[in-house]
């Protein structure tokens, strides 16, 4: 049987399924191709985002956050409340059901947008044409005009760690701990290390962090990243730097680790649970003929241009098996881009102004350069930092750990990054990327009425202090 479409996209994550409805807005006939099956063996779409990655993990850790402000923070506002306690299986099957509320909705999008859906594997052959085999093995060629590769990424595993039923786990077994693990071992102190680490922390795991590199989120800017590390202390996420895991045993219902610490002494640990978060790898097993005529890089990264096109016509891959942060908001904006160029319109993406979030509390958020970036690049850059504890709105909550830092051209006065750590961060990062976006300056910031009292203010509030006019702070110097 062959069926032929203007395009098809291989993976339904947020790369692939907004890239098909985008096609089909723009009067493409489009097919999304996607081989999820959840652990009923239903089929899915949404990918590792929807269905074991960003939605369910930030379920988690907002049940995670509520508990624990119940537990310890209302009696500063006068609350007073008995004994508090979390019951894991009411809050994970409240994750499930929000999964299952945003997977069918984009079963819904796609009907409503006329997106056919192949529930199996694909695979892009020679000649543009995409092999389709569906979950009972049947197989079938799909002709197409284009073709756009979005399969998405796959945690990395470790020798030392092995995935082990359910005590060595990614961060798929993590979001499904039925119970509270006393003692909660975690590899990586990345974005899913930490975020996963907090919320079973907040519930009363004692959780230890075993991080290989010798610095401490050496992708944030050194301000935030030693804030940080401060605020994981006092909530007692124990977090070892150059610890080198070289081995782990099972012993019944528990796990053995052994590590090399900063120091190269071979230490032991025992947890009750493991969580292995070292990162992930771009997926495209099974996804690419020998003869497709698509090039791949050492890492297995699909090569593209600054529009997502492969070495081959026709052919375009997005989101995590291609260059750039491993992001499910960078995938979506490349899979509008990459519609919208085979539909014939010019696009673009900004890949400068690609915010970044760790969900965590406080979160952490940033865009563009980090301080130390611009040393190494020589470039002369001045700053501006605003402390929440200063902020009217965040004391009325409670809420004033962190800072916002706002870093422009010395001489342009252009914004060249932003970083955030404080409650809200993910969304008041948003701010500075709309600026960053229309080149905006610090003084066009400063300019900016913002309402009061709100915590956005401290944007506002960074910016005037790049040039030493915060209100609401000392500045540096006076002029």
């Not at 097919?31 to 379920?59: F, H, M, Q, Y």
Request: proline share 3%.
């Amino acid at each position: 049987m062959s069926t032929k479409f203007d395009v098809v996209v291989i993976g339904g994550g947020p790369g692939g399924y907004v890239a098909a409805i985008r096609a089909a807005q723009l009067g493409l006939k489009t097919a999304c191709i996607e081989k999820w099956l959840d652990k009923n063996n239903t089929p899915r779409l949404g990918g590792t985002c929807l269905n074991v990655g960003c939605i369910p993990s930030k379920a988690l850790l907002d049940s995670s956050h509520k508990y624990h402000d119940a537990k310890e923070s209302y009696g500063v506002h006068g609350i007073t409340v008995g004994d508090v306690a979390m019951d894991v299986s009411v809050m994970v099957d409240r994750k499930d059901k929000i999964v299952d509320q945003l997977t069918s909705g984009i079963t819904g999008l796609f009907k409503a947008n006329g997106v056919t859906s192949f529930e199996g594997m694909g695979k892009v052959l020679s000649s543009k044409k995409v092999e389709f085999t569906a979950h009972d093995g049947t197989v079938s060629v799909i002709e197409t005009e284009n073709v756009i590769l979005a399969t998405g990424s796959v945690p990395v595993n470790i020798p030392p760690a092995p995935r082990t039923g359910d005590i060595i786990v990614d961060n798929e077994g993590a979001l499904d701990f039925r119970t509270v693990p006393k003692r909660l071992g975690v590899i990586g102190a990345g974005v899913i290390g930490l975020e996963l680490g907090s919320v079973w922390a907040r519930l009363g795991s004692e959780v230890v962090v075993l991080e290989a590199q010798d610095s401490f989120l050496s992708v944030c800017d050194i301000d935030v990243a030693k804030e940080a590390a401060k605020v994981f202390k006092k909530q007692h996420m124990d977090i070892r730097l150059g610890a080198r895991v070289t081995g782990s045993e099972i012993n019944g219902e528990e796990v053995n680790v052994t590590y090399l610490d900063a120091k190269g002494e071979e230490q032991k640990q025992t947890f009750d649970k493991l969580i292995v978060a070292v990162g992930r790898k771009p997926f495209t097993d099974g996804c690419l003929a020998a003869d497709s005529g698509v090039k791949l890089d050492e890492r297995g990264f699909v090569f593209v241009d600054e529009q997502c096109k492969t070495s081959v016509p026709g052919v375009y891959a997005i989101g995590d098996i291609v260059r750039g942060p491993m992001l499910a908001h960078k995938a979506s904006e490349e899979g509008v881009m990459v519609a919208d160029i085979i539909a014939g319109h010019k696009a673009q993406m900004n890949y400068d102004c690609i915010p970044s979030v760790i969900y965590t509390h406080p979160e952490l958020a940033w865009v563009g350069k980090t301080e130390q970036e611009l040393k190494a690049d020589g470039v002369k850059y001045k700053v501006g930092k605003f402390p929440f504890a200063a902020s009217g709105r965040a004391m009325a909550a409670n809420d004033t750990t962190g800072f916002v830092k706002m870093i422009a051209c010395e001489e342009t006065d252009r914004i060249l990054g932003c970083h955030i750590i404080g409650a809200g961060a993910a969304d008041l990062i948003a701010q500075a990327v709309i600026a960053m976006e229309f080149g905006s300056t610090a003084e066009d910031i400063a300019l900016t009425v913002f309402a009061h009292p709100t915590v956005s203010e401290a944007v506002h509030e960074a910016a005037l202090a790049v040039d030493n006019h915060a209100i609401h702070i000392a500045n540096r110097k006076k002029r």
